[in-house]
């Protein structure tokens, strides 16, 4: 599988399956199929409410961590002045034990709300220790992202948001990749968008409305996708062929 390195080394494979919308029910099997058909970047987050599923799956695979690259995201900390940090580590604690880890290799904070500031630097402890194999955000404007980048001490490897081809984000594609954080997209292929596309019908084979979305985002950036029934053929059928069944789901909001 194609990866893509991070501003600290870290490989991180360039598609990843997530469980954004999978109903916990669904989830041990939709991962434990996904891994099936080859994936080994799997993105969960606290507030999927799915964590202890996508470790039961990832316990059951067989595989050795170190074959997986594994996501998850920090919820909005509501703690008085001066405990964020604690309950940030709390909050990673108890991701690491829903998932069955001993690391995670992508900590993501999930919205730039609350103090993100703290949060961030508790972060940067946990990388520091080994925890988390790369530090990262989600959902940030350029505005609070630069901000976070010139006030802090670890540059953030990774950026989850919203780009594809009707919402391309041009300037924050620029300012990331000047910066060093690596773009990863949660909506790489918004199929009511596409579904009407007069590009879809004029296409000399059934290829599905995925397949040109993956092209465009895999030049330079990353992508997660998501659905309780993936391919069997796997991530490596996404870049350009017509054999993918996966239909992708925003990967968070």
Same mark, same amino acid.
């Given at each position: 599988?194609?990866?893509v390195?991070?501003?600290?080394? *870290?490989?991180?494979?360039?598609?990843?399956?997530? *469980?954004?919308?999978?109903?916990?029910e669904?989830?041990?099997?939709?991962?434990?199929?996904?891994?099936?058909?080859?994936?080994?970047?799997l993105?969960?987050?606290?507030?999927?409410?799915?964590?202890?599923a996508?470790?039961?799956a990832?316990?059951?695979?067989?595989?050795?961590?170190?074959?997986?690259?594994?996501?998850?995201?920090? &919820?909005?900390?509501?703690?008085?002045?001066?405990?964020?940090?604690?309950?940030t580590?709390?909050?990673?604690?108890?991701?690491?034990?829903?998932?069955?880890?001993?690391?995670?290799?992508?900590?993501?904070?999930?919205?730039?709300?609350?103090?993100?500031?703290?949060? &961030?630097?508790?972060?940067?402890?946990?990388?520091?220790?080994?925890?988390?194999?790369?530090?990262? *955000?989600?959902?940030?404007?350029?505005?609070r992202?630069?901000?976070?980048?010139?006030?802090?001490?670890? *540059?953030?490897?990774?950026?989850?948001?919203?780009?594809?081809?009707?919402?391309?984000?041009?300037?924050?594609?620029?300012?990331?990749?000047?910066?060093?954080?690596q773009?990863?997209?949660?909506?790489?292929?918004?199929?009511a968008?596409?579904?009407?596309?007069?590009?879809?019908?004029?296409?000399?084979?059934?290829?599905?409305?995925?397949?040109?979305?993956?092209?465009?985002?895999?030049v330079?950036?990353?992508?997660?996708?998501?659905?309780?029934?993936?391919?069997?053929?796997?991530?490596?059928?996404?870049?350009?062929?017509?054999?993918?069944?996966?239909?992708?789901?925003?990967?968070?909001?």
């Amino acid at each position: 599988m194609n990866t893509v390195t991070l501003n600290n080394g *870290v490989e991180m494979p360039i598609l990843g399956f997530g *469980v954004f919308q999978i109903p916990d029910e669904e989830t041990q099997a939709a991962v434990e199929a996904a891994l099936d058909a080859g994936y080994r970047h799997l993105d969960t987050a606290a507030s999927y409410l799915n964590e202890e599923a996508v470790g039961l799956a990832i316990k059951n695979s067989g595989l050795a961590r170190d074959e997986l690259f594994i996501t998850t995201k920090l &919820w909005i900390q509501h703690a008085p002045a001066g405990s964020v940090q604690d309950d940030t580590k709390r909050a990673f604690d108890n991701s690491l034990r829903r998932l069955g880890l001993d690391y995670v290799d992508l900590y993501l904070i999930h919205q730039p709300l609350g103090d993100y500031y703290s949060e &961030w630097r508790a972060m940067q402890e946990l990388h520091q220790d080994g925890l988390a194999r790369a530090i990262g *955000v989600s959902n940030f404007h350029l505005d609070r992202l630069v901000d976070l980048i010139d006030h802090n001490e670890i *540059v953030p490897a990774v950026n989850q948001i919203e780009t594809h081809p009707f919402h391309q984000r041009a300037a924050d594609q620029a300012m990331m990749r000047e910066r060093g954080v690596q773009i990863e997209s949660w909506d790489p292929s918004p199929k009511a968008r596409t579904t009407c596309s007069p590009t879809r019908f004029s296409a000399p084979s059934p290829m599905r409305t995925a397949s040109p979305s993956h092209r465009w985002f895999s030049v330079g950036s990353s992508s997660a996708t998501s659905s309780s029934s993936p391919s069997p053929s796997g991530p490596n059928a996404w870049p350009g062929t017509s054999t993918s069944s996966i239909s992708p789901l925003p990967m968070s909001s």
